[in-house]
T-cell receptor, first 112, second 112 residues
Framework: GENVEQHPSTLSVQEGDSAVIKCTYSDSASNYFPWYKQELGKRPQLIIDIRSNVGEKKDQRIAVTLNKTAKHFSLHITETQPEDSAVYFCAAGTGGRRALTFGSGTRLQVQP | SQTIHQWPATLVQPVGSPLSLECTVEGTSNPNLYWYRQAAGRGLQLLFYSVGIGQISSEVPQNLSASRPQDRQFILSSKKLLLSDSGFYLC???????????FGQGTRLTVV
């Protein structure tokens, strides 16, 4: 089955700096890569996703890049703000019936 | 629009007692349904998934079970809880097409 590894496990940045979280996946059949943000005690919520036919996607301060050959994808947050502090999860999956496989999460702390 | 309901939000149960967590989805038909568990400060572990009524796949052997008595209802159960069953349980749904997973609000279970 799919295996997703995520790094780093914790990340502390100063407000205004950029943050980068990286994930690798093992199953070359995976073609859908969402990123979720989970605030303390809350449910994970989708912030951005990318499909395998696209190399990069951007939404305001958030961008995701995908390298299918190397089987890795990354989340980039620019101009970080204190409200970006949360746990971020990457995931990989395919269509059909299987579940998404999640990375272990990155706790991002943005220092004001 | 689609919504997912999960209850209860919090639960404190003694060791050896039974468990029943319920999840329902509205506004869609034949969803894929999932139960995840999140230990404190950890990632999302897939416990069960279901692609249809009465169809349950178990990802991790343990003393939990799942049932899907109706198309949009997914239940997580245990006959006798263990201390190690404590955690944050999340129900999620997804369409068969390659889309994001939507999470319920979660149930924080503490076994004492």
């Amino acid at each position: 089955g799919e295996n997703v590894e995520q790094h780093p496990s914790t990340l502390s940045v100063q407000e205004g700096d950029s943050a980068v979280i990286k994930c690798t996946y093992s199953d070359s059949a995976s073609n859908y890569f969402p990123w979720y943000k989970q605030e303390l005690g809350k449910r994970p919520q989708l912030i951005i996703d990318i499909r395998s036919n696209v190399g990069e996607k951007k939404d305001q301060r958030i961008a995701v890049t995908l390298n299918k050959t190397a089987k890795h994808f990354s989340l980039h947050i620019t101009e970080t703000q204190p409200e970006d502090s949360a746990v971020y999860f990457c995931a990989a999956g395919t269509g059909g019936r299987r579940a998404l496989t999640f990375g272990s999460g990155t706790r991002l702390q943005v220092q004001p | 629009s689609q919504t997912i309901h999960q209850w209860p939000a919090t639960l404190v149960q003694p060791v050896g007692s039974p468990l029943s967590l319920e999840c329902t989805v509205e506004g869609t038909s034949n969803p894929n349904l999932y139960w995840y568990r999140q230990a404190a400060g950890r990632g999302l572990q897939l416990l069960f998934y279901s692609v249809g009524i009465g169809q349950i796949s178990s990802e991790v052997p343990q003393n939990l079970s799942a049932s899907r008595p109706q198309d949009r209802q997914f239940i997580l159960s245990s006959k006798k809880l263990l201390l190690s069953d404590s955690g944050f349980y999340l129900c999620a749904w997804r369409q068969t097409s390659n889309t994001e997973a939507f999470f319920g609000q979660g149930t924080r279970l503490t076994v004492v």
